[in-house]
């Protein structure tokens, strides 16, 4: 499916759903994607893309940003607290907030710096064990622990259970956000991103949709 179908059908349900046109905002995931297609992808326009690996991104992005301006680039795979330094400098938004410590070693970085990446906050809504994120319970917590850090805390995240109805856990994030004042909400994928922005998504991340398979080795 070509970039401009996937936008054309974002911006349907921005409209459908009664949204703003551009309320949302439209992440090229391109991990693990060939760079041609990738080159391709900026070619037609798009800015905003998804990485899913720190060294992946490292070794990918600079040069593209070189040659493509305006590029923003966020992080919404898993960080390893050792990693904060560099996805500071590289990164314009992490998706992927799910514990303190990782939290305090962002807000230590961004101190240095002088500036931070717009940060969401993971939350399991499948309270599933093998996943990373807050639980459900705990997203009220950890929300002012960051807010008390001095972080730009933007929204939230979730990925839903594989097997279970998507809606029910964006309605659920959702409800998480509004009761502490956040706006911002990534969720949805390739497969449910519509449904996801009529619950409110302001970031959908879409891959496959877009490039095609991913290129594992």
Not at 33 to 53: K, S
Not at 92 to 121: M, N, T, W, Y
Request: proline content about 5%.
């Amino acid at each position: 499916m070509s970039l401009d179908e996937i936008r054309q059908r974002v911006a349907r349900a921005e409209a459908e759903t009664g949204r703003a046109p551009g309320a949302v905002t439209l992440i090229a995931v391109s991990k693990v994607q060939p760079l041609d297609r990738v080159e391709a992808v900026l070619a037609a326009g798009q800015r905003v893309f998804g990485e899913n690996r720190v060294q992946e991104a490292a070794g990918k992005w600079p040069a593209l940003m070189d040659r493509f301006a305006g590029v923003e680039l966020h992080l919404i795979g898993p960080l390893q607290s050792n990693k904060t330094r560099q996805v500071v400098e590289l990164f314009d938004a992490i998706h992927s907030v799910d514990r303190i410590k990782l939290a305090r070693r962002l807000a230590e970085h961004a101190q240095e710096r002088g500036a931070c990446p717009d940060l969401f906050l993971q939350v399991n809504t499948g309270e599933e064990p093998q996943k990373a994120g807050v639980l459900p319970g705990e997203a009220d917590g950890f929300i002012a622990e960051c807010r008390a850090l001095d972080l730009p805390v933007r929204g939230l995240m979730c990925i839903p259970p594989v097997d279970e109805t998507p809606a029910l856990h964006f309605a659920l994030l959702a409800k998480i956000a509004a009761r502490n004042g956040l706006s911002g909400l990534s969720m949805g994928m390739s497969d449910d991103f519509e449904q996801a922005i009529a619950f409110g998504a302001t970031h959908v991340r879409v891959g496959s949709a877009i490039f095609g398979a991913r290129a594992y080795d």
